[in-house]
C-alpha cells in the first residue's frame, strides 16, 4: 500500500507540473500587437493580462538607411483575473486590444482591456529625483519633527532613468459581454467598446458613465441572428464609425443622427453566391476584423479566407477582394473539427494605404499591393531569427508542378497561426505575432 501511494504521489506531482509548464506557456500567448501614432513605440498583451512596450533604438534611426530595432521600453501588468461571482462567472486577464492615445505632453497613454474592464494607462519616465528633503530621512521614513533644527534646500539629482506605468483610468460594469473592440475618437476625448451585442460611447475623463449608442440585443434570445464582431472610429469624422457582424456585414453609423445608432447610414456586404453555398458559408463570411484606411477613403475587412477593400462610397460590394489561403477551402471539416475555423485574423494597412497585410497559418503572413496585384507569402519562424537576415517568399503546394521550397497543403501546422498584426505607420516596418514570439520585419534597402 505504501508503494502504490508513492507512486501515485508521483504520478500526481508529474502531472502538477505538466499543468503548471502548459499554464505558463498559454500566459505568454501575444494576444494584440500595436504601433504608438508616430510608430516609436510598439505594445504587445499577452493572455497573462502583461503588456510589453517597445521602443525604438535611437541609433538605429540614424544610421543610413534607417534600422528599424525596437529594445524593451516597460512591462507591466495590465489586468489581473477576476471572478463574478453573481454569474459565476470567471473573467480572464487576456488583453484583448491596446489602443495608443495621441501624444500631448512628455507622457504616452494607452487604454488596454480584458472581457469587461478597460483601463487607462500613463507612461512617463524619471531620471531624477529630490535630494534633502527635511521631513524625510535618506530611507524615505518620516523624521521627528523635534529633532528637526535646521532646513535644507531640496536639491534635484540625476539618477538612473526609471519608466514607469500608472492606471489612470478604470472604466468597469459597463458591458455585459465580452468587450472585443476599442477605438479612439479622432477629437482625442471620447472612444467606443464594443461587445457582442453592444457599442459603448465613452468619455475619457468619465468612468462612471457611458452612452450606449448601438445596441442589437433581440427582446428574446432566441431569435439572436448576428453578433457584433469589431468596430472603429473613422480616423477624420469624429461622428462616424462602423462595426462588422457575423453575418459578414459592415454597418457605417452617423453619432449626428440620432443618439442611438440601431439605424445605420449605411451596410455594406456582398451578395452571396447561391451555387457556392455550403455548411460552412455562414461561418467564413464572418468578419473578424475592420479597419479604416488612414486616408478615411477606404476600410478594409477581413473574413475566413479572404481580406476585401471596400470604397465608402459604394457598399453593394468590395472594390478589391484578396485570396488569403483559398487553398484551405476544401480543408473546411478538417477546420471544423479542430476549432480552427473560429480562428480570428487581424488585417491591417501600412502607412500610405497602399499595402494590406494579414495572417495565416503555420506562421505565413501575406502582404498584398493593391495596386500592383501583386502578394507575398512570408514565414515568421526562429530558423530566420536573426539581424539582416532576408525572408524567401513562401508558396503552398495544391497540385500541379511542385517547386523545391513549395509546402504542401497537408503539412501546414495549423497551431502555428499569425492571428495579429500590426504596420509601422510612416515606414515599412512590421510586427507580427506568432504565438507566443514577436517578430519584426523591415523592408529591405
Known sequence: IAKIRLLSDNVYCRLILIIFSIIILTADIISCVEFNCDGELLATGDKGGRVVIFQRDPLSKLSVPRRGEYNVYSTFQSHEPEFDYLKSLEIEEKINKIRWLKRKNPAHFLLSTNDKTIKLWKISERDKRIDGTNLKDESGLLRDPT???????????????????????????????HINSISVNSDQETYLSADDLRINLWHLEITDQSFNIVDIKPANMEE??????????????CNVFIYSSSKGTIRLCDMRASALCDQHAKI???????????????????????????????????DYLSIKVWDLHMDNKPVECFHVHEYLRSKLCTLYENDCIFDKFECCWNGVDNYVMTGSYNNFFRVFDRYSKRDITLEASKDIAKPKTVLRPRKVYTGGRRKKDDISVDCLDFNRKILHTAWHPQENIVAVAATNNLYIFQEKF
Do not use: C, Q
Open 224 to 237: 439572436l441572428t448576428e453578433v457584433i464582431t469589431a468596430a472603429e472610429f473613422h480616423p477624420l469624422h
Open 268 to 302: 455594406f456586404e456582398e451578395p452571396e453566391d447561391p451555387t457556392s453555398r455550403s455548411f460552412f458559408s455562414e461561418i467564413i463570411s464572418s468578419i473578424s476584423d475592420v479597419k479604416f484606411s488612414n486616408s478615411g477613403r477606404y476600410m478594409i475587412s477581413r
Open 147 to 177: 529633532s528637526i533644527t535646521t532646513l535644507r534646500v531640496p536639491v534635484v539629482r540625476p539618477m538612473e532613468l526609471m519608466v514607469e506605468a500608472s492606471p489612470r483610468k478604470i472604466f468597469a460594469n459597463a458591458h455585459t459581454y
